[in-house]
């Protein structure tokens, strides 16, 4: 069979299998197995046990349920209430203040857990009625808390680049590190957006009533819930860029650190701490199973004979090697309006990672620059994650077209700061290489 034929058999089936609804991880693994046992025998099922060890066998993976651990503790402490409040003593006397705010604190809990789940559902829980209530636009407040929150993937510590780095055998860290400047400027993107759209609209984003405002020195006192967090982020990310603890050890400590403040602030109990650790298990479970079952999946494609087909595919596309990273920028919005983010990397970096490096792109760049392409999928219909957290929890009046109608513009953002991160590559570049 050619790998024309290959590629169609696999990828066609995949598809199939996902679109009648069973969980990524038994598609690629149920394939991977057919194949073998179909081809080659039941013998050779043998050969996906090396494969699936090597994908696991990773210490930086240990990282993995620490952040999801982040992640859970912070979604329970009550912090982002706290913030919040403080965010509208600072900024409900702005036009788009509390949209704006709600960036900022999306921002912060980005740089504390890694996960975009963490910030848009907090935020969507306490900031959704509030902005609503006060008169914001209903798509404002459904853009801004779901752009935000996929600010987790980028922003470090990262999962989604804990999981690249491991599949790359690139340098988990410069990862982390070049990802602060590029979510640094989604941030300004996004902000600047909301402050000229409340310009042109002025009803989009009513200020805060003069007698709901604080005074100066309330606002002062209130930014003391700030430091906390702050320390946190300190903590991690500044000991993976001083080169005093690798992202394993961060990871330890920042789950440390952020248990000692919700213990010192009275916010620590048993009951929260249980469900922590089982949404922990849970989700490091569903990432783990992926990294498995994908690691399978392309262990049989490749056996195949049929990698190879892609690559010389994309060599013949047009524009040199910008027409190549065009086509897989590409692909990678397409299939994230599909399938899981993890599921993409291990699909794609056995294909892309070698001819990627072979055409001269720097391995971190081009790593931080696929986790900005997979922000957009946690935005983008019909199967972005952060629609369906937002659409749980907006009230009733606020349609998924609505949800859908929010997004638009703030997706178009992530492309121009995509695009942006291409032209002036040392955004990514500049402080990894620092180190």
């Given at each position: 069979?050619?790998?024309?034929?290959?590629?169609?058999?696999?990828?066609?089936?995949?598809?199939a299998?996902?679109?009648?609804?069973?969980p990524l991880?038994?598609?690629?693994?149920?394939?991977?197995?057919g194949?073998a046992?179909?081809?080659w025998?039941p013998?050779s099922?043998?050969?996906?046990?090396?494969?699936?060890?090597?994908?696991?066998?990773n210490?930086?993976l240990?990282?993995l349920?620490?952040?999801?651990?982040?992640a859970?503790?912070?979604?329970?402490?009550?912090?982002?209430?706290?913030?919040?409040?403080t965010?509208r003593?600072?900024m409900?006397?702005?036009?788009g203040?509390?949209?704006?705010g709600?960036?900022l604190?999306?921002?912060?809990?980005a740089?504390m857990?890694?996960?975009s789940?963490?910030?848009?559902?907090?935020?969507?829980?306490i900031?959704?009625?509030?902005m609503?209530?006060?008169?914001y636009d209903?798509r404002?407040?459904?853009?801004?808390i779901?752009?935000?929150?996929?600010?987790?993937?980028?922003i470090?510590?990262?999962v989604?680049?804990?999981?690249?780095?491991?599949?790359?055998e690139?340098?988990?860290?410069k990862?982390f590190?070049?990802?602060?400047?590029?979510g640094?400027?989604?941030?300004?993107?996004?902000?600047a957006?909301i402050?000229?759209?409340?310009?042109?609209?002025?009803?989009?984003?009513?200020?805060v009533?003069k007698?709901e405002?604080?005074?100066?020195a309330?606002k002062?006192?209130?930014?003391?819930?700030?430091?906390p967090?702050i320390?946190?982020i300190?903590v991690v990310?500044?000991?993976?860029?001083?080169g005093?603890?690798?992202?394993?050890e961060?990871?330890?400590?920042g789950?440390?650190?952020i248990l000692?403040i919700?213990?010192?602030?009275r916010?620590?109990?048993?009951g929260s701490f249980?469900?922590?650790?089982?949404s922990?298990m849970?989700s490091t479970?569903?990432v783990?199973?992926?990294?498995?079952?994908?690691?399978c999946?392309?262990?049989?494609?490749?056996?195949?004979?049929?990698?190879?087909?892609?690559?010389?595919?994309?060599?013949?596309?047009?524009g040199?090697?910008?027409?190549?990273?065009?086509?897989?920028?590409?692909t990678?919005?397409v299939l994230?309006?599909?399938?899981d983010?993890?599921?993409?990397i291990m699909?794609t970096?056995?294909i892309?990672?070698?001819?990627?490096?072979?055409?001269?792109?720097?391995?971190i760049?081009?790593?931080?620059?696929f986790?900005?392409n997979m922000?957009?999928?946690?935005?983008?219909?019909?199967?972005?994650f952060?629609?369906?957290?937002?659409k749980?929890?907006?009230?009733?009046?606020v349609?998924m077209?609505d949800?859908?109608?929010?997004i638009?513009?703030?997706?178009a953002?992530q492309?121009?700061?995509?695009?942006?991160c291409?032209?002036f590559?040392?955004?990514v570049?500049?402080?990894?290489?620092?180190?």
């Amino acid at each position: 069979m050619s790998g024309l034929g290959i590629t169609l058999l696999i990828f066609g089936s995949l598809f199939a299998l996902l679109l009648m609804g069973l969980p990524l991880c038994f598609c690629m693994g149920g394939i991977a197995v057919g194949c073998a046992m179909t081809f080659w025998g039941p013998n050779s099922v043998y050969m996906f046990v090396g494969k699936m060890w090597d994908s696991v066998n990773n210490s930086t993976l240990v990282a993995l349920p620490l952040f999801v651990m982040m992640a859970g503790i912070l979604q329970e402490s009550g912090i982002a209430e706290e913030l919040y409040t403080t965010m509208r003593k600072c900024m409900g006397g702005l036009r788009g203040g509390l949209a704006i705010g709600s960036i900022l604190i999306s921002a912060i809990f980005a740089a504390m857990s890694g996960l975009s789940a963490t910030a848009t559902i907090a935020l969507g829980v306490i900031a959704v009625p509030s902005m609503l209530k006060l008169g914001y636009d209903k798509r404002l407040v459904s853009g801004s808390i779901q752009a935000g929150g996929a600010l987790g993937i980028l922003i470090p510590p990262s999962v989604m680049m804990i999981v690249y780095g491991m599949i790359a055998e690139t340098s988990v860290g410069k990862l982390f590190i070049g990802g602060i400047l590029p979510g640094l400027l989604l941030v300004a993107l996004f902000i600047a957006y909301i402050v000229i759209v409340c310009k042109i609209h002025p009803e989009w984003g009513p200020p805060v009533p003069k007698e709901e405002r604080c005074s100066a020195a309330e606002k002062l006192t209130s930014l003391r819930t700030v430091i906390p967090p702050i320390l946190v982020i300190v903590v991690v990310i500044g000991s993976i860029y001083m080169g005093v603890a690798s992202v394993t050890e961060a990871a330890a400590l920042g789950t440390f650190a952020i248990l000692l403040i919700t213990v010192f602030q009275r916010k620590f109990s048993w009951g929260s701490f249980g469900r922590t650790l089982k949404s922990t298990m849970v989700s490091t479970s569903m990432v783990v199973w992926i990294m498995l079952a994908s690691s399978c999946f392309t262990a049989i494609y490749q056996a195949m004979g049929a990698s190879g087909f892609i690559q010389q595919a994309l060599l013949h596309v047009p524009g040199g090697k910008w027409g190549i990273f065009i086509v897989m920028q590409l692909t990678f919005f397409v299939l994230g309006m599909l399938l899981d983010p993890t599921g993409i990397i291990m699909l794609t970096a056995p294909i892309y990672l070698p001819l990627a490096t072979q055409l001269g792109f720097d391995p971190i760049w081009y790593g931080v620059i696929f986790v900005m392409n997979m922000e957009m999928s946690y935005l983008t219909p019909p199967f972005g994650f952060n629609l369906f957290y937002m659409k749980s929890i907006v009230p009733p009046d606020v349609t998924m077209g609505d949800i859908y109608k929010s997004i638009i513009p703030f997706v178009a953002l992530q492309a121009l700061g995509l695009i942006i991160c291409c032209i002036f590559p040392q955004i990514v570049t500049w402080l990894p290489g620092m180190m």
